[in-house]
């Protein structure tokens, strides 16, 4: 499903969201959906007449298996490159190599088990950087969901590509549940840092995207966003009051 020109939304995925940018024989893919989502992502390259050899790379704006599942066989069917945040990683040492980790994440192997397996790293991207897809992909570093969050720019599409650190319905924003190794002032802060973009489309991690109006649907969510914070703490101080009976 083309949303922009050469922005496509991967069909079909059963939870998260996959974006797809086309540009001559260029393929880049946003993240990559649940385990199991790998063939309807290789479906959809074959049902805009592409090769699965035009993928070229992978950006993930976080390391959560819901946007990893079948990264590990795609990038394998098709040489893409997986690029990601340092923070969203885990280096191994004695093999000079990284992997995709996140907080509180099980025990990965190099086993092909879904969630279980270990899934590489190619090449790390650090904030502010431009990535030359699309007249200029800009790489903003929003840690707060994960620490390694990202979300991804077209400036000249008004396009943003949000992950988790935000969610829509097609009309309206909203915030991701707190997950083990959320950072709420870090998040705040991420979203402060979006707000000043002049975005129009928002394609999201989970839901539906926001085709007009970003920016300003953004400052909506932002003016009521003050009871995040204290019903949090209000959560961690029941959390604490139980656990010390």
């Not at 800009?138 to 994960?146: D, E, K, M, R, S």
């Not at 489309?201 to 085709?211: E, F, M, Q, R, S």
Request: charged fraction near 20%; charge should be positive.
């Amino acid at each position: 499903m083309e949303i922009r020109p050469g922005i496509h939304q991967v069909p079909g995925l059963r939870w998260s969201n996959a974006f797809l940018l086309v540009e001559g024989h260029q393929l880049t893919l946003i993240d990559a959906g649940l385990p199991g989502d790998g063939k309807k992502i290789r479906s959809y390259i074959h049902h805009i007449g592409r090769d699965l050899i035009d993928l070229k790379q992978v950006v993930l704006t976080h390391s959560h298996p819901d946007h990893t599942g079948p990264l590990k066989g795609l990038a394998q069917r098709t040489g893409a490159v997986i690029i990601a945040h340092a923070l969203d990683t885990r280096l191994r040492a004695r093999t000079a190599s990284r992997w995709l980790h996140y907080p509180f994440q099980p025990p990965a192997f190099g086993w092909n088990v879904p969630f279980l397996h270990r899934i590489p790293v190619h090449k790390l991207v650090e904030d502010g950087e431009t990535l030359p897809v699309l007249g200029g992909l800009q790489v903003i570093h929003t840690p707060g969901h994960t620490p390694g969050s990202l979300c991804l720019f077209l400036p000249q599409a008004g396009v943003l590509f949000t992950g988790d650190t935000l969610l829509a319905d097609g009309h309206s924003f909203r915030r991701p549940a707190p997950f083990p190794g959320t950072n709420l002032r870090a998040y705040r802060a991420s979203l402060d840092r979006l707000s000043q973009l002049p975005f129009e489309t928002a394609c999201v991690g989970h839901g539906k995207p926001l085709y007009q109006g970003g920016s300003a649907k953004l400052q909506e969510m932002l003016d009521h966003y003050f009871w995040l914070t204290p019903r949090w703490n209000w959560l961690k101080r029941r959390t604490r009051s139980f656990i010390g009976r």
